[in-house]
């Protein structure tokens, strides 16, 4: 190499450090963050299901608690004590460091002799928060912990106070719940004494929120609420519950979707055969000119998008056989000329101009043994046995008083995700049993069925619906209106869609029959929502409720966004956005810092000034497979 060739790459390379290595230098970090392992663990007295799977509203105290966990996409995992040693094996990592941020104490027991409660000190003593609920926390550990000893229930009827400013009642007075009024509220209520704590909010002389600071990072507060379902129920102690959390663990990720202001819509029964047939279900199939005009037209209108809960096992009485609706062109009973072929393609075409998605509905819509007595409903007379509402039912044997085996259910199931897949290349992530029924015992739960099946949402008719993935099913009772409406009850619609639902969708669905009734039905319909309400989609709230949120614990702030298949597929092809909002001692250490460097999967989207921060930040992904990493880092 020539002396002249050797001169131009040193300089070449003199250039490239002053202009390239030189400002990323001095960009370099100016700080760094200790961060919270961003996960919860809840800890109960009992579950009802002995596998720890199945969590159920009528049988599980808990059920409130961990439903707005899910509902606000906070990590968590469930420590039942009927059956689970409390130690480090569970709060600790191999390092010795806490797996949770939060630990979400709601167990009430007289004594917990034979758990290790050293080990709850030794992990909040590593950076985990204690939250306690509706607990006496009968024990020295929790004692000194909180900062409190409970000493007796008792009743008051006066009104709860803010006896000392903080984040975590802050916002109460600006909601006017501050103060409280509890006139008629004869419940047991706990009463405690502080031995350190400081009183946030009082009845008279009974502290009904505390606040302990067993460690420089760390909180420990109780909450005096008379049951858990007031932390879901009561905009005063949810509003609470969520500002302990965010104070607890520094920050919370929730979904950027104002659900107070949406609805998930879905309509039944396309492709089931009873409409040809049964002389108080008898009515056309819409067919694709009538679905363009009156579904498709509407709802691009509106920039709205539904489901279409959908039946793929057409039950022909003629052949005795379960067969394809989409190849039955036929006068009717009534006749009425049904059109199936015209009926799928419409369907089709709302999926292609993406206004619908394909649900499961079950595969046929009736039961599965149409042979033993009182049938055979095949040859059954349809003025009589063959008409019984038990036959139209496919997850519950209302014919006989009996449940549907587990296996029978899953084998359904299966057919629907399959023929769906076939028909409308469509992969389904909700299900909404035909008919309403569905078993309801440990094993044979159809919730339980479904997320072995593959299903992300299940609606247990008539009143609320599961969260599911392969290892919980959790009753999602409380977080969202649930209700049927169809072109002659519109009037109760208002009456329906008035309970709160600040923590998910309000949950609505009608029948094709509607449209076939009544062509203009779904104009009516919008025409009757308030201008406010948009609609989500089932999968876009399957996607947000499934997302998975990890971060760091060292240097940089990152949030990894990841997803189990098939759940996330909504996010594949469109955006999510979150938002997080800050604790006020997380968001001083965020200011500390000259400067913020913002990015989305290893790409630099902004830089923040100190000023820009507020209590609340906004963190928007690309479309596309996960995980999506977003990051926070500290500049010179």
Same mark, same amino acid.
């Given at each position: 190499?020539?002396? %002249? ?56 105290? #808990? ?12 990590? #968590? ?139 420089? %990072? ?91 809960? +959908? ?25 009425? %000329? ?56 496919? #997850?519950?044997?209302? +014919? ?8 029978? !259910? ?50 247990? %008719? ?59 039905? +779904? ?49 594949? !092809? ?63």
């Amino acid at each position: 190499m020539g002396a %002249e060739n050797l001169e131009k790459i040193l300089a070449a390379l003199v250039l490239f450090f002053f202009l390239v290595v030189g400002p990323a230098a001095g960009e370099g970090r100016a700080t760094t963050w200790a961060i919270k392992p961003y996960r919860a663990l809840l800890i109960v007295d009992r579950w009802s299901d002995p596998t720890s799977m199945l969590v159920d509203h009528e049988k599980d105290d #808990f059920q409130p608690v961990a439903a707005l966990l899910k509902a606000w996409s906070v990590p #968590f995992d469930i420590l039942r004590l009927d059956q689970q040693h409390l130690d480090n094996t569970y709060l600790l990592d191999r390092s010795g460091g806490t797996r949770y941020g939060v630990l979400i104490w709601v167990a009430d027991s007289p004594s917990y002799t034979e758990q290790n409660l050293g080990s709850l000190a030794e992990a909040v003593e590593g950076g985990a928060s204690l939250l306690v609920a509706r607990s006496r926390f009968l024990d020295p550990t929790l004692e000194k912990l909180l900062g409190l000893k409970f000493k007796a229930p008792y009743t008051a009827t006066e009104p709860l106070r803010v006896t000392e400013p903080h984040f975590i009642t802050r916002e109460l007075a600006s909601h006017s719940m501050d103060p409280l009024d509890t006139a008629w509220d004869f419940g047991t209520r706990l009463w405690v004494d502080p031995r350190g704590a400081k009183i946030l909010i009082a009845q008279t002389t009974h502290p009904t929120l505390t606040l302990n600071s067993p460690g420089a %990072e760390t909180a420990a507060i109780w909450l005096g609420v008379k049951n858990l379902a007031e932390l879901r129920d009561s905009p005063y102690w949810r509003e609470l519950f969520f500002r302990s959390l965010v104070w607890s663990l520094g920050y919370l990720v929730r979904p950027n979707v104002d659900y107070a202001g949406r609805v998930e819509v879905e309509i039944d029964d396309w492709g089931t055969s009873d409409k040809g047939y049964l002389s108080y279900w008898k009515y056309q199939e819409p067919d694709e000119k009538s679905i363009r005009e009156n579904l498709i037209a509407p709802l691009e209108k509106r920039g709205a998008v539904v489901a279409a809960n +959908v039946i793929t096992g057409y039950v022909d009485r003629k052949t005795k056989r379960i067969v394809s609706p989409w190849t039955q062109r036929f006068t009717d009973a009534f006749g009425v %000329e049904q059109d199936y072929a015209s009926t799928q393609r419409g369907l089709k075409a709302a999926v292609e101009a993406g206004v619908l998605e394909i649900q499961s509905h079950g595969w046929t819509h009736m039961q599965p043994d149409l042979e033993s007595p009182p049938g055979p409903w095949w040859t059954a007379d349809l003025e009589g046995e063959a008409s019984a509402g038990g036959w139209y039912t496919e #997850f519950g044997d209302l +014919v006989r008083g009996t449940e549907s085996p587990a296996i029978v !259910q899953l084998f359904r199931l299966k057919r629907s995700l399959q023929c769906l897949q076939e028909d409308f290349g469509q992969r389904p992530l909700e299900l909404r049993p035909g008919g309403g029924a569905w078993s309801k015992s440990q094993f044979n739960n159809t919730g339980r069925v479904a997320a072995q099946a593959g299903f992300g949402l299940y609606h247990a %008719e008539p009143d609320f619906y599961y969260y599911l993935d392969r290892d919980l099913v959790l009753d999602m009772t409380g977080v969202s209106p649930h209700f049927t409406t169809s072109f002659d009850r519109l009037d109760a619609l208002d009456a329906q869609m008035s309970r709160p639902h600040p923590d998910g969708p309000a949950m609505m669905v009608f029948h094709d029959r509607d449209v076939a009734l009544q062509p203009d039905f +779904v104009n009516r319909l919008w025409a009757r929502l308030s201008p406010a309400y948009r609609t989500i989609s089932a999968n876009e709230y399957v996607g947000y409720l499934h997302a998975r949120i990890t971060s760091s614990t060292t240097g940089d702030w990152q949030l990894t966004f990841d997803g189990e298949e098939p759940y996330g597929l909504y996010f594949d !092809q469109h955006p999510s956005s979150w938002r997080v909002s800050l604790s006020d001692p997380f968001l001083e250490k965020l200011k500390a810092a000259p400067g913020l460097a913002v990015s989305v999967d290893g790409r630099t989207t902004t830089r923040l000034k100190a000023t820009d921060l507020l209590h609340d930040l906004t963190i928007d992904l690309p479309a596309g497979p996960g995980p999506h990493v977003w990051k926070l880092t500290p500049v010179r």
